[in-house]
């Protein structure tokens, strides 16, 4: 048998280190930048917030963005190889990271469409005069009830643009990550940044906007003797940074082996909340707008999430001057930040089943896309498709990312005592050195800060059903769904690897190997072996 059989396909690459920024920052600025950080902030204490959110960011949300950097450039994988080239019985935790992206995938793009089906609504008004509530929940979605089962009842205005999402993103996974990924970050990020600070400086002139900024930014500092406060704070960071469930380990596999990591973190983790904080402008002084037009207080038209994007926004639209153009505005970054998002969800999933089978990126895109569209379709383009979306998500958020980071944090500091190497790894390619500080603010705060948040969020969903939804509905795509993502990550761990994986013979991780444990000595030239306990900074 010819050896070209049994040779892995080499592994990809982004192009430079300034790419890969520009898609790590475009995973981390999504939907939850736009529609939910200016409300969890302004209900957090306006301005008072900004002091728990940099907390958060400098003592969560950076650590835990290095850590995923050096598990996915030391190990030179996705999230399963990685972590089982840490060790053979972590490999499970890389497929629970996958599972949650299968998960999130299925119904991310769903809100895709719906905001570039709003795209389209924004240049004609098309909801008319009418209620914009009553616009999307009925006339646009036309929303169900699950009590009497899951509906197969299709909707074509969801479903589709919903196909054309999948479409447009399977085309940019298929290209790989230089020409797909890589290029779609080129040019999303930039358009997504000009489209929004437009969107703001639009907003700002509108009448009432000052009432709007008043209220986002006047401190409450009351709210910061509220552990609940603080708590937001940190759980807003830790998703918003795409920290955790696989995405930035394996971004991080991609680079190139002499790249400075902390520095491209830092980078990351602070464009992600000044973007955070541009959004809260533009949100609020719009809010402000509205609360003027209507002759009520800004308190009694914010709101965060669906609620915020689209039945308060198309309000806003309706009643500016120039609302069509912040709507297609407003509308088009919701649906670049949303692909930038997507792409980089899906990544995870097709780098995972590359390494694991040895399988080319055509065919390893088209049999992880194409049923996960198939799937997408089905349960995101009918009349109860809310109701799913609303479920699926709040637990897999709750019990899916938060639980995996709670475990990985533990496993990988307290259990195969990895943070050494990790340490040892960010300051040989790194201009900011990490040392015992960034070791015990993974080690030590952050496993207190997620099993606090975890435990708050069992205890409040065990004592009060989701949303009144009925128990068999949660049981499936609640608490049934977040127990199998567990049970099939094991039992996707017992399946062999291929011979053709990255996992049987790289030789490329094998060159990085040597490099990292044998180098010349600056001085001498002899060859030397470093302790992977020993530190070269003190810093954070």
């Given at each position: 048998?010819?050896?070209?059989?049994t040779?892995p396909?080499k592994r990809?690459a982004?192009?430079?280190?300034n790419?890969?920024?520009?898609?790590?920052?475009?995973?981390a600025?999504?939907l939850g930048?736009?529609?939910?950080?200016p409300?969890?902030?302004?209900?957090?204490?306006?301005?008072?917030?900004l002091?728990?959110?940099?907390?958060?960011?400098?003592?969560?949300g950076?650590?835990?963005?290095f850590?995923?950097y050096a598990?996915?450039?030391?190990f030179?994988g996705?999230?399963?190889?990685?972590?089982?080239?840490?060790h053979?019985?972590?490999?499970?935790?890389?497929?629970?990271?996958?599972l949650?992206?299968?998960?999130?995938s299925?119904?991310?793009?769903?809100?895709?469409?719906?905001a570039?089906?709003?795209t389209?609504?924004?240049?004609?008004?098309?909801?008319?005069?009418?209620?914009?509530?009553?616009?999307?929940?009925?006339e646009?979605l036309?929303?169900?009830?699950?009590?009497?089962?899951?509906?197969l009842?299709?909707?074509?205005?969801?479903?589709?643009?919903l196909?054309?999402?999948?479409?447009?993103?399977i085309?940019?996974?298929?290209?790989?990550?230089?020409?797909?990924i890589?290029?779609?970050?080129?040019?999303?990020?930039?358009?997504?940044?000009?489209?929004?600070?437009?969107?703001v400086v639009?907003s700002?002139?509108?009448?009432?906007?000052m009432?709007?900024?008043?209220?986002?930014?006047?401190p409450?500092?009351?709210?910061?003797a509220?552990?609940?406060?603080?708590?937001?704070a940190?759980?807003?960071?830790?998703?918003?940074?795409?920290?955790?469930?696989?995405i930035m380990?394996?971004?991080?596999?991609?680079?190139?082996?002499?790249t400075?990591?902390?520095?491209?973190?830092?980078?990351?983790?602070?464009?992600?909340?000044g973007?955070?904080?541009?959004?809260g402008?533009?949100?609020?002084?719009a809010?402000?707008?509205?609360?003027?037009?209507?002759?009520?207080q800004?308190?009694?038209v914010?709101?965060?999430?669906?609620?915020?994007?689209?039945?308060a926004?198309?309000?806003?639209?309706?009643?500016?001057?120039?609302?069509?153009i912040?709507?297609?505005?407003?509308f088009?970054a919701?649906?670049?930040a949303?692909?930038t998002?997507?792409?980089?969800?899906l990544?995870?999933i097709?780098?995972?089943?590359?390494d694991?089978?040895?399988?080319?990126r055509?065919r390893?895109?088209?049999?992880?896309t194409?049923p996960?569209?198939?799937?997408?379709?089905a349960?995101?383009s009918?009349?109860?498709?809310?109701?799913?979306?609303?479920?699926?998500?709040?637990?897999?958020?709750?019990?899916?990312?938060?639980?995996?980071?709670l475990?990985?944090v533990?496993?990988?500091?307290?259990v195969?005592?990895k943070?050494?190497?990790?340490?040892e790894h960010?300051?040989?390619?790194?201009?900011?050195?990490?040392?015992?500080?960034w070791?015990?603010?993974?080690?030590?705060?952050?496993?207190?800060?997620?099993g606090?948040?975890?435990?708050?969020?069992?205890?409040?969903?065990?004592n009060?059903?989701?949303?009144?939804?009925?128990?068999w509905?949660?049981?499936?795509?609640?608490?049934?769904?977040v127990?199998a993502l567990?049970?099939?990550?094991?039992?996707?761990?017992?399946?062999?690897?291929?011979?053709?994986?990255?996992?049987?013979?790289?030789?490329?991780?094998?060159?990085?190997?040597?490099?990292?444990?044998?180098?010349?000595?600056?001085?001498?030239?002899?060859?030397?072996?470093?302790?992977?306990s020993?530190?070269?900074?003190?810093g954070?």
């Amino acid at each position: 048998m010819s050896t070209a059989v049994t040779q892995p396909h080499k592994r990809e690459a982004f192009g430079s280190r300034n790419v890969f920024i520009l898609s790590a920052i475009g995973s981390a600025v999504g939907l939850g930048n736009i529609w939910r950080f200016p409300y969890v902030a302004y209900e957090g204490g306006g301005g008072a917030f900004l002091i728990p959110y940099l907390c958060a960011l400098l003592t969560a949300g950076i650590p835990l963005l290095f850590f995923d950097y050096a598990i996915g450039h030391r190990f030179r994988g996705s999230a399963p190889l990685a972590f089982r080239r840490m060790h053979r019985a972590a490999e499970p935790l890389g497929w629970w990271q996958v599972l949650i992206c299968v998960v999130i995938s299925v119904y991310y793009a769903v809100i895709i469409a719906w905001a570039a089906m709003y795209t389209w609504f924004s240049a004609q008004l098309s909801w008319g005069a009418g209620n914009e509530n009553d616009f999307f929940f009925g006339e646009f979605l036309q929303m169900g009830d699950v009590a009497g089962g899951i509906s197969l009842e299709f909707v074509p205005q969801v479903g589709i643009p919903l196909l054309v999402v999948w479409g447009v993103t399977i085309v940019i996974m298929g290209l790989g990550v230089k020409r797909g990924i890589g290029a779609a970050n080129m040019v999303l990020l930039p358009l997504l940044t000009l489209m929004f600070v437009v969107l703001v400086v639009q907003s700002l002139f509108l009448p009432g906007a000052m009432d709007g900024l008043n209220a986002f930014f006047t401190p409450n500092w009351a709210a910061l003797a509220d552990p609940g406060v603080w708590a937001a704070a940190y759980g807003h960071i830790f998703f918003s940074l795409s920290v955790a469930f696989g995405i930035m380990v394996t971004y991080s596999s991609y680079l190139k082996r002499k790249t400075d990591l902390t520095g491209s973190g830092l980078v990351v983790g602070f464009a992600n909340s000044g973007f955070e904080i541009l959004a809260g402008i533009g949100v609020f002084a719009a809010l402000g707008f509205m609360a003027q037009a209507q002759s009520a207080q800004v308190s009694d038209v914010a709101s965060a999430g669906i609620g915020l994007a689209f039945v308060a926004f198309p309000t806003i639209v309706s009643q500016a001057a120039g609302g069509p153009i912040i709507g297609v505005l407003f509308f088009g970054a919701l649906t670049f930040a949303g692909l930038t998002s997507m792409i980089s969800i899906l990544e995870v999933i097709v780098a995972a089943i590359q390494d694991k089978l040895g399988w080319g990126r055509v065919r390893a895109t088209l049999i992880v896309t194409i049923p996960l569209a198939v799937i997408s379709m089905a349960f995101f383009s009918t009349t109860t498709a809310l109701a799913v979306l609303d479920t699926t998500d709040a637990f897999v958020n709750a019990f899916g990312i938060m639980a995996v980071a709670l475990v990985a944090v533990i496993a990988v500091s307290w259990v195969l005592h990895k943070l050494p190497v990790l340490q040892e790894h960010l300051n040989r390619r790194s201009s900011f050195r990490v040392g015992l500080i960034w070791k015990l603010l993974v080690g030590l705060l952050a496993p207190i800060v997620l099993g606090y948040l975890f435990i708050s969020e069992l205890i409040t969903k065990i004592n009060t059903p989701y949303e009144g939804y009925p128990d068999w509905f949660l049981s499936i795509f609640g608490w049934g769904m977040v127990i199998a993502l567990v049970i099939l990550a094991v039992v996707l761990s017992l399946i062999p690897w291929s011979g053709r994986s990255h996992a049987k013979d790289d030789p490329e991780y094998d060159d990085f190997l040597v490099e990292e444990s044998y180098e010349p000595d600056a001085e001498t030239g002899a060859i030397r072996v470093p302790s992977a306990s020993s530190s070269k900074g003190a810093g954070a």
